[in-house]
């Protein structure tokens, strides 16, 4: 596989990271605007996010990793396959592209460019749902990294796809992307302050998914889940 120099690869994460929060923010709000029943407008909004995961991951993934998720640097920088002198400016690509995503998606639905959101999400179960979904999602990725590679577009998409429905958040499980949310007063929006929650409970569970993963994953031989020259 090719190998990237770093201007590549921050600019496949910011601009992997701004398509996946356009179609997010974009798809709730035409959802919204062609149906008041909330359960349809969620399900337009699930299929549209599940597809685009696909497309990103398999187009940019042998340029970055596909990461498009400050979590999913941080497994891959403690686990060696990212460099961690890579990490932070992976996460200011992610969160820079996340903005810029809601931008677009307002800008194509005659918004205003940054609206901050007033939808709540908070409490207890909201928090949980975000540790599971994250949780699963990093299981995900790295058992599919170590098993079955080539499938991972379609695992994390579909996997994202399912937890829009059994978590109580709809599965954000993305720090950057529950930023850019909070840009957005539309369907998919979260207030600002209610983010240091979901923040706090997707970094422990994608470290839970590590710790626990590092442990199943591996043969008794060896010590470490993922080379270091892994990628997505």
Known sequence: M??????????????????????????????????????????ANTLATG????VLITVLGPISGAHFNPAV????????SLPKRDLGLYVLAQFAGGMAGTICAHLMFNLPLLEL????????????????????LIAVILAGVRFEQRAVPWLVGLYI??????????????PAV???????DTFSGIRPVDLPGFWIAEISGAVAALV????LLQPAETSSILPSEAKL
């Not at 959101?117 to 699963?136: C, D, P, V």
């Not at 796809?161 to 993305?174: G, M």
């Open 161 to 174: 796809t399912a937890a829009y429905w059994f978590t109580a958040s709809t599965s954000f499980a993305n």
């Open 51 to 54: 597809a685009i995961l696909v």
């Open 117 to 136: 959101s007033s939808k709540i999400r908070t409490g207890g179960a909201q928090w949980f749902s975000e540790g599971i979904s994250t949780f699963g």
């Open 2 to 43: 090719a190998s990237y120099d770093l201007s590549r690869r921050l600019v496949a994460e910011a601009l992997g990271t701004a398509m996946l929060v356009a179609t997010v923010v974009g798809s709730g709000i035409m959802a919204t605007s062609l149906t008041a029943d909330v359960g349809l407008a969620l399900l």
């Open 73 to 80: 640097s941080l497994i891959f920088a403690m686990s060696g």
């Open 178 to 184: 529950a930023f850019a949310r909070s840009l957005s």
């Open 212 to 215: 626990l993963f590092n442990w």
